[in-house]
């Protein structure tokens, strides 16, 4: 059974849902036969890095909320991240645009290493303080979870993997999703933000009891010549 999730690097409940997510799916009796695809959503594709404003200056000039509103929603973020063992860092968080951090992902999918560069983005970016726009870091990063410096370095040479950036966001908006996270389960079933772990173990429990409703029945037919793995016609 396929699982494909929305998210955006810059975007904290992405993070506590995929720890919550991550929680019940390592639960799952079922684990060995899920297969989990990371897709990409830009919360703010015109967004301009300035690596001179943090995040919550930022969201104050943005959405032209005062500084005590802010710092309210910001820690009542920072709280909830606790609760699943993340220690977010509101204040270090540079504004940085995600592209270049997309493309990484998209490429890291191609070689077996999506979800280590996910979870190394999300805590670079809303633990470490760190520049998820500037090319040594995302490189270093690369190689930090196992891949070929030569290669992720020719990734920013030319515009390579922005197309499957913009792909995955454009079917995000043909199946409605309007915000992240957003997980779609067995290409049938949504499941909207950062939930509990209980909310996710019901979640695949109930897709997975469709799933194998709807896997494929053998009719009771006779006759019929057939070919077997082994080689034998009859």
Not at 88 to 102: R, Y
Request: hydrophobic fraction near 40%.
């Amino acid at each position: 059974m396929q699982i494909h999730i929305w998210s955006d690097i810059r975007c904290p409940f992405c993070y506590i849902g995929k720890r919550n997510f991550t929680a019940a799916l390592d639960k799952f009796p079922h684990k060995d036969k899920i297969t989990v695809e990371w897709k990409s959503f830009e919360l703010d594709p015109n967004l301009k890095t300035q690596t001179d404003i943090n995040a919550i200056d930022h969201f104050m000039q943005s959405k032209g909320v005062d500084e005590v509103n802010a710092k309210g929603m910001f820690n009542r973020v920072t709280e909830m991240a606790s609760g699943v063992g993340l220690n977010f860092k509101i204040e270090d968080i540079v504004t940085a645009n995600s592209l270049n951090a997309h493309r990484l992902l998209q490429y890291a999918k191609t070689v077996g290493f999506a979800d280590t560069t996910k979870e190394a983005l999300l805590k670079a970016h809303l633990e470490d303080g760190k520049n998820i726009d500037d090319i040594a870091f995302l490189v270093n990063t690369a190689i930090s979870v196992g891949m070929e410096k030569a290669a992720v370095e020719e990734i920013y040479k030319t515009d390579a993997f922005t197309y499957e950036v913009r792909q995955d966001e454009m079917e995000a908006r043909n199946i409605g999703v309007s915000g992240v996270p957003f997980f779609v389960l067995d290409n049938k079933y949504g499941v909207s933000g950062a939930q509990p772990v209980e909310a996710f173990t019901e979640a695949l429990e109930q897709a997975w009891e469709k799933h194998q409703k709807e896997s494929l029945t053998i009719l009771p037919t006779t006759g019929g010549e057939s070919c077997d793995v082994d080689g034998n016609c009859d």
